[in-house]
C-alpha cells in the first residue's frame, strides 16, 4: 500500500506558516511579520503560528454538535501547545510510518462539515486567507489527524476478559442496566468495560510517549518577544 504525502504538505503548510503568517496576538508593526518558535521535538520546532492555527480549528470544532465527527485528537481537552507536541510525537514514532491511511473520505468528510459551520462561504474563505491555507491544505491537516487517530485505535487495543465484563456488571446491574439479566446486555456491557479500559490505557500510553519524546519549551518565563522575520 502506496504512504499517503501527508508529512511533506505538512510540513510546507508549517513552513508557509512560519514565513508569511503571524499569530493572533502578533504583527502589531507595521512591515513586520512577527512569529516566534515555542517548542521543540527531537528538533522539529513548533511555531507560534502554527499552534494559534490548530488552536483556532480546534476552538471551532469545540463549538459543533457533532464535534466528536473530528476525532479524538482534534477534541480532546487540553492547551493547543501540548496538542500540538503531542501530535509532532506520534509522528516521529516509528510505528506511525506502518499505518497508511489512503482513503480521504473521513478527511472530506471533516472538511464538509467545518466549511459548513460558518455561516456563508465568504467567512470560510476569510478564515483560509486568515491563516493562508488553501482547501487543500485544510484537507491535509484532517487526512493527517484522521490517520493519527488511527495510529491511537491500532496502537491502544486493551484485552477485555470475561471477569471484568461480569464484575462491571454486577457493579451497575440495577443503575444503568436497569436489573436486567447479563445475558441480554452482554454486548453492551462488553463495549463498555473496552471504553473504559481503552482511556485507561490510552492515558498510560500517552503519557510514556510524552515522558520519552525529547521536547524542549522556549519563552516559558521570560519576555516571550519572540523573533522578528522581515517580509
Known amino acids: ?3 499517503a504525502p501527508l508529512q511533506p504538505a505538512l510540513l510546507l503548510l508549517t513552513t508557509s506558516l512560519l514565513a508569511v503568517t503571524p499569530p493572533a496576538a502578533a504583527a502589531e508593526e507595521p512591515g513586520v511579520l512577527v512569529d516566534r518558535i515555542v517548542a521543540t521535538v527531537s528538533q522539529r520546532p513548533i511555531s507560534a503560528s502554527e499552534v494559534a492555527m490548530e488552536s483556532a480549528i480546534r476552538t471551532r470544532i469545540q463549538g ?9 485528537l482534534l477534541t480532546e481537552p487540553g492547551e493547543p501547545l501540548e496538542a500540538v507536541i503531542f501530535k509532532i510525537i506520534l509522528l516521529q514514532q516509528p510505528s506511525t510510518a506502518e499505518v497508511q491511511l ?11 462539515r467545518f466549511e459548513q459551520s460558518f455561516d456563508n462561504p465568504l467567512l470560510f474563505a476569510a ?14 491537516f484532517f487526512h493527517l489527524y484522521a490517520r493519527l487517530d488511527t495510529v491511537i485505535e491500532v496502537s491502544v487495543d486493551p484485552q ?9 456488571y454486577e457493579r451497575n446491574r440495577d443503575q444503568v442496566f436497569g436489573g436486567r439479566e447479563f445475558t441480554e446486555v452482554a454486548d453492551l456491557v462488553s463495549r463498555q468495560v473496552y471504553l473504559l479500559k ?10 510514556r510517549l510524552r515522558a520519552r519524546a525529547s521536547k524542549r519549551y522556549i519563552g516559558r ?11
Not at 477485555?160 to 462491571?168: D, I, P, T, W
Open 127 to 140: 478564515f483560509l486567507k486568515r491563516w493562508a491555507i488553501t482547501q487543500q491544505d485544510l484537507l491535509e
Open 102 to 112: 489512503d482513503d480521504m473520505t473521513m478527511a472530506e468528510q471533516r472538511l464538509d
Open 64 to 72: 459543533l454538535k457533532a464535534k466528536q465527527a473530528f476525532g479524538r
Open 198 to 207: 481503552f482511556e485507561v490505557e490510552y492515558n498510560a500510553w500517552r503519557s
Open 1 to 3: 500500500m502506496r504512504q
Open 160 to 168: 477485555v476478559k470475561e471477569e471484568e465484563e461480569r464484575a462491571y
Open 221 to 231: 518565563g521570560s519576555n516571550n518577544k519572540g523573533s522578528v522575520l522581515d517580509k
